[in-house]
């Protein structure tokens, strides 16, 4: 199994900054995608930013120029550096580990942490 700590999220100003970051935790070998979701009441969860284990990543519209997702496969930790805050990034953020191959051979899928909150204020 997977476990995974997010930290990292808080209140800040518009045009402020905050980074995230999620360890993954368990006998893990590889996790192939990491990423970012965020989810504000009575919406979907949407995707924020996922990078895969090679380094290749993938934007939400409304973040590019602003987010930069990033990992340390060794420690298997992702995180996120949010600069240029807008109000309508305030939602509660969450982690997600997918496509993860175990030290024994097997593999699982799907893994999400806890959540977050990012506030912005205008």
């Known amino acids: 199994q997977v476990q995974l700590v997010e930290s990292g999220g808080g209140l800040v100003q518009a045009g402020g900054s905050l980074r995230l970051s999620c360890a993954a935790s368990g006998r893990i070998l590889i996790i192939n995608a990491m990423g970012w979701y965020r989810q504000v009441p009575g919406k979907q969860r949407e995707l924020v930013a996922d990078i895969t284990s090679g380094g290749s990543t993938n934007y939400a519209d409304s973040v590019k120029g602003r987010f930069t997702i990033s990992r340390d496969n060794a420690k298997n930790t992702v995180y996120l550096q949010m600069n240029s805050l807008k109000p309508e990034d305030t939602a509660v953020y969450y982690c997600?580990?997918?496509?993860?191959?175990?030290?024994?051979?097997?593999?699982?899928?799907?893994?999400w942490g806890q959540g977050t909150q990012v506030t912005v204020s205008s």
């Open positions: 997600n580990a997918d496509q993860v191959l175990f030290y024994d051979g097997s593999h699982s899928a799907d893994y």
